[in-house]
Structures are given as C-alpha cells and as structure tokens.
C-alpha cells in the first residue's frame, strides 16, 4: 500500500493559522524553514510502522534532496518523491493534451492527501481516492488513519 502527501498548506503550513511541530534545532532550521502541520510527525510514524509506503506527491519544484533531508531530521525516511520535475517527465510527457495536476493511480498510490480541491474533483473523474485538508483540525491525522484502514479493509 503506498500513501502520498501534498506539502504546501497539507503538511507546510503556516504557523499564524496552524498548530505545528516544533521547529528543528540550530542550524537546521536555517536550511529548513517550513513548519509542518502538528500530528504529522505522528502520523508518519504510523504509516512507517504499519508496513505502508510514505510518498510525497507535489507540483512544487523544491529538489528530492532538500524534501528527502527536511523529513529525516525529524526522523522520517520517505519512501518515494515526486515533485514538479518528476511529474513532468513521467506524468505529463508524451501526452499532448493537458494531463490533471497530479495523477496518483499513475504510481498505483491507494491514498494521496491533499488540500487542493481540485485534486479531490480529479480524484473522482479520473478514479485515485484523495483525503481532502482544510484549516487547523484537532483530529485530522486520526481521520486519516481511518481512511487508511477502510481502504487496507477493501484491499484484502
Ligand atoms: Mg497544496
């Protein structure tokens, strides 16, 4: 089972609306400036522990290198990243027409997490299951442990 997340306003959000983690020591925080969503750390662990694959899927151009380092220092190996780059060679070439902004089924992803409604509405037409974030909530990661399980349910 692979799950996926966005970055900017899923897991990068701003701290004047968000609850966030803690941010990382000295001299990390200098590289790495972004606050993640609180329960992220948490919810990443989950996943890890449960045997399912931890992607991140975003449009944004920020390198592997810099995504793949900024998770480990708060002790999170990622299994796989797709960004801007990575999404225009293996997602959008060879295709003339205009492809949706992101395609999971693509990578065979079971759950991408977004807060980008028009991924949601691409989620339905063209057939990937997305969980949709909003604004600060308490119980946004155990909501999607659930979603988790419900789909590991129709897996098996
Ligand atoms: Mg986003």
């Known amino acids: 089972m692979i799950v996926s997340f966005d970055l900017d306003d899923t897991l990068f959000v701003s701290e004047n609306k968000f609850k966030t983690e803690a941010p990382l020591k000295f001299p990390k925080n200098i590289i790495y ?17 449960q045997n399912i694959k931890l992607w991140i899927y975003t449009t944004s151009f920020r390198s592997e290198r810099y995504i793949r380092g900024l998770f480990k220092s708060y002790g999170i190996v990622l299994d796989n990243v797709i960004n801007g780059e990575k999404h225009a060679k293996e997602v959008q070439a060879g295709h003339a ?6 395609y999971p089924s693509k ?10 409604i028009s991924v949601y509405q691409n989620g339905k037409i063209y057939g990937f299951n997305v969980f949709l974030v909003g604004g600060q909530d308490d119980e946004w990661s155990q909501k999607i442990i659930h979603e988790i399980e419900r789909i590991k349910a129709k897996k098996n």
């Open 107 to 116: 990578y065979r992803i079971d759950l991408h997490i977004d807060d980008d």
């Open 33 to 49: 400036k972004e606050r993640l969503r609180l329960g992220t750390v948490g919810l990443m662990r989950y996943i890890r522990e």
């Open 97 to 102: 027409e205009g492809m949706p902004s992101k």
